[in-house]
């Protein structure tokens, strides 16, 4: 199994409980190594559904339970865009509507595994909606936080799997502050942001498309708030890099909104770009991130790939949304990101092009349909 070590004292991620930070130095955990991709180890997992045909990269422990509602195992739908072919990744298409699913699921088995039974989580809608799902399935009670801005779709989404919703005032860093306030009084932390055993769900995008493709795409393009799910994809390329299945990285790119764009203004301008950063209102709320928590490993694995950040204005979002939906993808807003940003890759981006769509349409709030 993979090491996850903190990445400011060292310090191995402990055996029990699910601190979501350093308990000694309050760092970040991280992934401290990478896993192999034993082609022989996962064919003996091919029975298994979704992601869990790549269980021996997904970082549980042997005897840990696969909480599952069948995620993964997308489609890959090709699509022209201004006389090029590209490749759309159907996230949306997941249990709960979101790729969240995805680390989700390692999530809540690692939770059964631990015998929690009870935990908290902060969301501007889909890490909510999708926790509160596998919770129920786990047999854990989930507590989530959301900004009172969430959308209506998501917020009774949670309700419904039973979850309890708390609705804090105001931009959506209220509720991460909220939810560490409840953290510091004694709950379980269960955040998709700060765990990284929710990279190892994300990262089975990358080995879907290999095997869809039957190489590595060239490009890939992917809405970026956190920046997780970007990082997350890069890594499982590496991964398979590193194990000698593909001969090169395909060049990374994240797509921000204009309105809350950190990873971009960094990117491009540097550390002073990052004075020009606000936490702006955007129907993109699913990026809706000022301070990326893995900031400068995305930004590291996106240069590493010899990507780029994108950005988009937010008068471009809707009329996006309406052309992939006229395509037959219905998307929420966040997702539009990368179909407005297709004509701004370098005429030279490498093909094949992917795109992740990464959340359902069906969760956009009526007086934006």
């Known amino acids: 199994m993979p090491a996850i070590k903190c990445t400011n004292c060292g310090r191995p991620y402990p055996d029990q409980g699910l601190p979501y930070r350093c308990p000694v130095c309050l760092g970040t955990f991280d992934q401290a190594d990478l896993p192999v991709y034993d082609a022989q180890q996962l064919d003996a997992a091919t029975s298994y559904p979704g992601i869990w045909r790549f ?5 549980l422990a042997q005897n840990a339970p696969q909480i599952t509602l069948g995620e993964g195992n997308t489609p890959l739908v090709w ?25 989700s699921a390692v999530l809540a088995s690692l939770l059964q595994s631990r015998g929690i039974r009870a935990a908290v989580e902060d969301s501007s809608g889909n890490a909510g909606a999708s926790f509160a799902a596998y ?15 969430a959308s209506g779709p998501k ?7 039973g979850g309890e919703l708390a609705s804090v005032p105001g931009p959506r860093s209220n509720a ?42 060239g490009t890939v393009v992917v809405p970026a708030g956190q920046g997780n799910l970007l990082l997350a994809i890069g890594r499982g390329f590496k991964i398979l890099h590193n194990s000698g299945l593909i001969h090169e990285m395909p060049r990374l790119v994240g797509v921000q909104a204009r309105a809350c764009a950190p990873l971009w203004a960094v990117y491009h301008y540097g550390i002073a770009g990052y004075g020009w950063v606000t936490e702006g209102e955007t129907l993109a709320e699913g990026v809706r991130v000022s301070t990326p928590l893995r900031g400068d490993a995305v930004l590291r694995i ?13 008068e471009q979002i809707l009329p996006a949304r309406d052309q992939l939906a006229q395509r037959g993808f ?40």
């Open 79 to 103: 699509s022209d865009f201004g006389g090029r072919r590209v490749a759309f990744k159907l996230e949306f298409l997941n249990p709960t509507g979101a790729y969240k699913d995805r680390g």
């Open 155 to 161: 917020r009774a989404q949670i309700g419904m799997y």
């Open 55 to 59: 269980l021996p990269l997904l970082g």
């Open 176 to 217: 991460a502050q909220a939810v560490q306030k409840a953290a510091e009084d004694g709950a379980i932390y269960a955040s998709h942001a700060y765990l990284p055993q929710v990279l190892s769900g994300y990262a089975t995008i990358a080995y879907e498309l290999f095997q869809q493709l039957g190489r590595a795409p």
């Open 302 to 314: 996106v240069e590493e790939s010899q990507g780029t950040f994108l950005v988009v204005d937010e």
């Open 330 to 369: 219905y998307v929420e807003p966040t997702s539009a990101l990368v179909w407005t940003a297709l004509p701004q890759l370098a005429v030279d981006a490498p093909e094949p092009v992917v795109a992740i769509l990464t959340g359902s349409g069906l969760k956009t709030p009526s007086h934006l349909v």
């Open 135 to 149: 919770a129920a399935r786990a047999g854990v009670h989930a507590r989530i936080f959301v900004p009172e801005t």
